[in-house]
């Protein structure tokens, strides 16, 4: 009889750890039953193309006083968006670079501005919490904003951290000064910091983080990396986010000044998107006078909503639906042109400059046709058809394979369809934002070094194409339809990373800096 009890305990243990077990994988597995519920195939995005109120030019810094108030200005309107973006069911919103405090400041000058931006491990929700890593006020408003609305909020600010005179690179003032992203979840937490790595001429007032930073962070819409304006030319960190951290979604705040023929805002960042293959949400300051506007809202196959405005004041709230795991296809840039011959023989070449970029050139003469240019080891391949072929335009093919020296040093393979300024060939590259020809076809190849390549059609009047074009596996560039308006470019934007100069991102010798204020003063003029 007692060996029968035991039997019996045993069993009723055996069958009672059975059950916590399998207790265990319900709760296990409704928790994951959860999570997938939870995990959102699409979401809504929004973006706010800020009208940026400018403090005045001042080599001396403000007080902190009248640094807050002018930023609080700017934080009105953004929190105007913020709440418009969250009743019309964005989950997330992106804001511009320098679209709190503005732009032309000394370094000296930008200190009253910044707050000491912690890592977000310390998990903070600075509306709940805001002495918590001293005076942040703006980041305390940015979090209540996001908290209040539930909404993701992207915004720029400045950071700055103490350094030691022990630290070799501590700047003489004593402390590092960063242009900043941050990121603040539905429920105000802080969720990301970015530190700008790729600094643009002039923004001396900032120090570049010794090291690339590769900020992501998750959602139940998708993974998502971060990084700002002139990073986007750049490997580390916008190529390594998509390559290795395999994101679905790129935040993109820039104050980007516009410069065709192929580095407008909407164009490049709609095909970088496209090259990329991940969503992409670039807002940008609004200051038509500088050439800075143009926001959007890019998916890998199209743009879904984009702004380009040069005659108002005004700021402008995007939104758009995106998948929020997209779809990468892959592509083989070079096969298809390394694979047929030369598509025309005897045309005459000649030389002329886009963007201080010597390209190699040739007219197209006819109504239609199919022509190839070369410049080193890029061979570019078009074939077109026009609606009509008028007497009063001029289009070219151009390549151009080398080291862009300008505002940076950046290695480039350009296979382009343009439209020359003016009937004079020496104006094939400049600026031209009309035009009256539209194309029936075109299906536009090269032989890139790189697998590296942005897809770029840009239409009369700045405008996107969306729907009437693609990219084949094989590399083509290829037309769906008639064009919808006239037609500006249509390139391939390719990047040998590996070819760029050792010193990479910032190029300090007087020529090169001196080109590059050539170059703005030559942008602000067209």
């Known amino acids: 009889m007692l060996a029968f009890y035991k039997k019996l305990a045993g069993r009723q243990s055996l069958d009672s750890s059975m059950l916590a077990s399998r207790w265990l994988l319900c709760v296990v597995s409704s928790a994951v039953c959860v999570l997938e519920a939870s995990s959102l195939d699409t979401f809504v995005a929004a973006v706010y193309e ?14 902190s006083e009248e640094a807050l108030a002018l930023m609080n200005q700017n934080l009105d309107a953004l929190e105007r968006a913020v709440t418009s973006a969250a009743k019309q069911g964005a989950h997330i919103i992106v804001t511009p670079e320098d ?7 000394s370094r000296q000058a930008i200190y009253p501005y910044l707050e000491d931006i912690p890592d977000p491990q310390v998990n903070w929700i600075p ?10 006020p703006v980041q305390k408003r940015l979090s209540c904003l996001a908290k209040s609305n539930s909404i ?120 970088w998107a496209m090259g990329m293959g991940v969503n992409f949400l670039a807002s940008n300051i609004h200051y038509p006078t500088k050439r800075m506007t143009g926001s959007g809202i890019y998916a890998p196959e199209s743009p879904k909503s984009f702004h380009y405005d040069m005659r108002t004041k005004e700021g402008k709230l995007l939104f758009a639906q995106l998948d929020s795991h997209p779809h990468r296809p892959a592509v083989n840039w070079t096969s298809y042109a390394s694979s047929i011959e030369a598509l025309s023989v005897g045309n005459k070449e000649f030389k002329s400059i886009a963007f201080f970029d010597e390209f190699t050139f040739v007219v197209l003469k006819g109504i239609a046709g199919n022509y190839t240019v070369c410049q080193n080891d890029l061979c570019c391949h078009l074939s077109y058809q026009m609606s009509e072929k008028r007497s009063d335009e001029v289009y070219a093919l151009g390549a151009f394979d080398g080291l862009h020296t300008v505002e940076g040093q950046y290695h480039l393979q350009i296979c382009t369809l343009l439209k020359c300024r003016t009937m004079d060939l020496s104006t094939c590259g400049s600026s031209v934002d009309t035009a009256s020809t539209r194309f029936e076809m075109f299906s536009l190849s090269g032989t890139f070094g790189t697998q590296y390549v942005f897809p770029e059609v840009l239409l009369s009047e700045i405008k996107l194409a969306p729907g009437e ?52 003063i030559y942008a602000l003029c067209w």
């Open 127 to 136: 509306c709940n919490n805001p002495d918590r890593f001293g005076y942040n």
């Open 469 to 520: 074009f693609q990219v084949s596996s094989d590399g083509r560039l290829l037309s769906l339809k008639p064009t919808s308006e006239p037609v500006l470019t249509v390139t391939l934007f390719g990047r040998l990373y590996e070819k760029d100069s050792a010193s990479g991102i910032r190029v300090h010798s007087l020529i090169i800096v001196l080109m590059g204020l050539i170059s703005i």
């Open 152 to 271: 993701y909020v992207v915004a720029n600010i400045g950071d700055k951290k103490p350094c030691h005179a022990s630290d070799s690179h501590c700047p003489p003032d004593g402390r590092y000064q960063y242009n900043t992203n941050v990121v603040f979840d539905s429920q105000g937490k802080l969720v990301a910091r970015y530190h700008k790595q790729n600094l643009f001429l002039g923004e001396d007032q900032f120090d570049a983080p010794r090291e690339p930073e590769f900020v992501t962070f998750n959602t139940s819409f998708g993974k998502f990396g971060i990084f700002t304006c002139f990073d986007i030319l750049f490997h580390d960190p916008a190529v390594t986010l998509v390559k290795d951290f395999h994101v679905d979604t790129i935040l993109f705040p820039t104050a980007w000044m516009n410069v065709l023929p192929h580095l407008s805002a909407i164009e490049f960042h709609s095909a």
């Open 50 to 63: 800020h009208a940026v109120i400018l403090p005045n030019i001042t080599q001396l810094p403000v007080s």
């Open 99 to 105: 679209g709190i405090y503005g732009m032309h400041f």
